[in-house]
């Protein structure tokens, strides 16, 4: 046995598990995983492999990625399929007649990602696993047609990897040294911070399709496929540069999108719309990504952190290493789940940001002329308009999960967003606007999006800040001239069917007078409009099924319920303006005593300031490039501040959402006695009789100048 055959078994391990025999939960792991691999035995039986032509490169994909999984199945020594000749037998007899249409006569059609990199890499998944069944000669025919459609690693982002981890299979399968060394030197052009394009932002924004942000999609993709080959060649000869970049973005990049078995949708691209690889299923791939990365020694710190994301459904279809991992983390009683600690975080590199606490978290989906509105390509996600136009969601750990959101919620009416009623977008297309972004102070943030349709005459400011308990989310300038009514969603939410909504107001025609709202059930959720606001409300159940997002269905309809509130502005709207607060943990009793006694003030909601304080902490975002002042801030440029007052501390934050400035000159009605801390960008003009500071914006990039 040489040290390619120790590769192989090594990576194959990756694929089946380590060990020979299992305890209770990895056991229902196993369990889960034959029944899968029964179905998709099934479908083989039932499909006419032998008959694929070459213009059916999704269905060879797709085939492919059933036997991969299944050969990973039939190696597992708990599994009652283990070892199957009869199976063995039919994987090698598929393989046989593939040969036919995927060799190196062959011409491509079709999507050339199916040629290039889905298909190689289910086959050399098959050839480490069933090495000692294949036919050397079968491999070498294989190899060839794989040669023949890429010889090169040509991409960026996560396609680099997959081609990568392609060639260093195949550097395994062939015992190739210079391949497995050209695969592996190709993996740090990825592991760069880049400022354009596809790859890593130093804020942690993840962007592939040069506009896209894709965290969850792509960059799920990305570490699911690398961290194996990590942790295969650790301790080897072989090299790979910059390991430590990528657990720095398993805390920036992908940590701040996940919660409660799920991954926000706002950083999954088009794979919102695919039914089989819904928002779990793309957790549970990042988190056993992130398990096998902390079995390293320089990744044990990730365990306490893992323990805590770790849910009762997260060893249903995964990998049973990854079972085997998460099992020995759950069983050792020492490692304890490390707390959440309450942090805001923007990601202005691709126009997100995030509000994490013990109780819920927040995503808010923005976009600019940096970012698409959303993306739509192979007929996948062709109705997800507004996805990006200022969506909040809010999720909580007490509700219930459903798998039938987007095939449901009424496209035109998302949460958060300000819309004209009905309206479409473009996809794939970068927005006009060049003010989207935010920045924070520990659990404390502010952000805003200057919306400005690519579709019809809309425009408006949407800001968001956020405090302690609550969400203060305000609009001006809300302006239109079609003659068609324009509105701002305060809630669309998928809710249980024994929820109540109790409205405080008075009805009146169409709408309601509002001044506070509460959700019940297991969702305790409180709304509070500053002003008396008249708001529209609809409770119903909703039909539907995949084609609300895509061509590509799974046949079966759904149904749910939902609460949708929204603020009619009328028809030609100009300079219109919303005020709500959202209060995401509540009972009916503290709305009540919200409504009396918060300590939440809004300063200014005009289109040259938009401004709230409470109590220490005070948002601004600077909607004009002239000097303005409000409670005690001036600004000379458009940006978002913040600004935290806490005994004889002060603290302060803010960001050039433009990406456009030179410097921002900015003044503060404090005095001070000296600096503990400053960023290096910052030159400091006079602390008295009031604070006066110059930031150096010039290749910011968005970034916090806290």
Same mark, same amino acid.
């Given at each position: 046995?040489d040290s390619f055959d120790l590769l192989r078994i090594k990576y194959s391990e990756v694929m089946k598990g380590k060990c020979s025999t299992h305890s209770d939960l990895t056991l229902k792991c196993i369990e889960y995983n034959d029944k899968m691999a029964s179905a998709y035995l099934k479908v083989l039986d039932t499909q006419t492999y032998e008959s694929c032509s070459t213009s059916e490169a999704a269905k060879i994909n797709s085939l492919l990625k059933k036997v991969a999984f299944i050969s990973s199945v039939i190696m597992q020594p708990d599994s009652q399929m283990y070892g199957n000749d009869k199976i063995i037998n039919k994987i090698i007899n598929i393989l046989k007649k593939l040969l036919t249409v995927y060799n190196d006569s062959i011409t491509p059609m079709g999507n050339w990602w199916y040629w290039e990199i889905g298909i190689p890499l289910s086959l050399n998944y098959i050839f480490i696993l069933l090495y000692e ?366 929820? #109540?909504? %109790? *409205?405080?107001?008075?009805?009146? &025609? $169409?709408?309601?007078?509002?001044? !506070? @709202? ?119 440029? #458009?940006? %978002? *501040?913040?600004?935290?007052?806490? &005994? $004889?501390?002060?603290?302060?934050? !803010? @960001? ?51």
């Amino acid at each position: 046995m040489d040290s390619f055959d120790l590769l192989r078994i090594k990576y194959s391990e990756v694929m089946k598990g380590k060990c020979s025999t299992h305890s209770d939960l990895t056991l229902k792991c196993i369990e889960y995983n034959d029944k899968m691999a029964s179905a998709y035995l099934k479908v083989l039986d039932t499909q006419t492999y032998e008959s694929c032509s070459t213009s059916e490169a999704a269905k060879i994909n797709s085939l492919l990625k059933k036997v991969a999984f299944i050969s990973s199945v039939i190696m597992q020594p708990d599994s009652q399929m283990y070892g199957n000749d009869k199976i063995i037998n039919k994987i090698i007899n598929i393989l046989k007649k593939l040969l036919t249409v995927y060799n190196d006569s062959i011409t491509p059609m079709g999507n050339w990602w199916y040629w290039e990199i889905g298909i190689p890499l289910s086959l050399n998944y098959i050839f480490i696993l069933l090495y000692e069944y294949i036919d050397r000669s079968i491999i070498e025919e294989y190899t060839k047609a794989q040669v023949h459609f890429h010889d090169r690693i040509t991409l960026t982002g996560a396609n680099r990897i997959w081609e990568s981890v392609i060639f260093a299979m195949r550097g395994i399968i062939t015992k190739d040294n210079n391949l497995i060394t050209y695969a592996l030197n190709s993996i740090s052009d990825v592991t760069r911070i880049v400022n354009n394009g596809d790859g890593f932002y130093r804020d942690g924004s993840f962007i592939q399709h040069n506009n896209i942000p894709y965290n969850c999609g792509y960059g799920r993709s990305l570490i699911q496929e690398l961290a194996p080959v990590i942790y295969v060649f650790n301790e080897t000869d072989y090299n790979i540069d910059h390991i430590d970049i990528v657990y720095k973005w398993i805390q920036d990049s992908y940590l701040p999108f996940m919660y409660n078995g799920r991954c926000m949708d706002m950083v999954r691209g088009r794979e919102i719309s695919r039914y089989y690889e819904q928002s779990d299923f793309a957790f549970k791939k990042m988190l056993s990504a992130m398990l096998i990365l902390s079995e390293l020694n320089r990744g044990q710190y990730l365990k306490p952190i893992l323990k805590q994301l770790i849910t009762d459904d997260f060893f249903d279809g995964i990998t049973v290493f990854a079972s085997e991992i998460a099992e020995s983390i759950m069983k050792n009683k020492n490692i304890t789940e490390k707390e959440v600690v309450p942090y805001f975080k923007a990601f202005n590199s691709m126009d997100r940001a995030v509000k994490h606490t013990k109780d819920y978290c927040i995503g808010i989906s923005m976009h600019s002329e940096r970012t698409a509105a959303f993306e739509s390509i192979n007929s996948e996600n062709e109705n997800a308009f507004h996805t990006s136009d200022g969506m909040m969601y809010v999720y909580k750990k007490n509700e219930p999960e459903s798998d039938f959101f987007w095939q449901t919620i009424d496209l035109y009416r998302l949460p958060g967003t300000t819309v004209i009623k009905d309206s479409k977008a473009k996809p794939n297309i970068n927005a006009k606007g060049d003010f989207t972004g935010g920045c924070g102070i520990g659990e404390y943030g502010v952000c805003s999006m200057k919306l400005i349709s690519d579709e019809n005459s809309l425009k408006a400011n949407k800001s968001w800040f956020f405090f302690e308990n609550e969400i203060v989310c305000l609009g001006s300038g809300i302006s239109c001239t079609d003659d068609i009514n324009v509105e701002t969603i305060i809630e669309n939410r998928l809710v249980t069917d024994n929820s #109540r909504f %109790v *409205l405080r107001g008075i009805e009146d &025609g $169409e709408g309601y007078l509002a001044k !506070g @709202a509460y959700l019940n059930g297991s969702h305790d959720i409180g709304y509070y409009f500053p002003e008396e606001q008249k708001v529209n409300i609809v409770r119903q159940v909703r039909e539907g099924n995949w084609h609300n997002m895509s061509t590509k269905t799974d046949g079966k309809s759904y149904q749910g319920m939902y609460l949708t509130m929204w603020i009619d502005h009328g028809k030609t709207p100009q300079n219109d303006s919303y005020e709500y607060i959202i209060i995401p943990t509540c009972n009916e009793s503290q709305i009540k005593e919200y409504s009396k006694n918060n300590k939440v003030e809004i300063i200014e909601n005009s289109t040259a300031v938009q401004c709230v304080k409470k109590n220490g902490v005070t948002g601004a975002v600077f909607l004009k490039d002239r000097t303005h002042s409000v409670e005690g801030i001036s600004c000379d440029k #458009r940006c %978002v *501040l913040i600004t935290k007052y806490s &005994g $004889e501390t002060l603290e302060i934050s !803010g @960001a050039d959402i433009t990406q456009k400035s030179d410097r921002i000159c900015i003044e503060l009605d404090y005095s001070a006695k000296t600096v503990t801390h400053s960023n290096d960008n910052i030159k400091i003009l006079q602390l008295d009789p009031y604070i006066s500071f110059e930031v150096n914006t010039e290749n910011s990039e968005g970034n916090d100048w806290a």
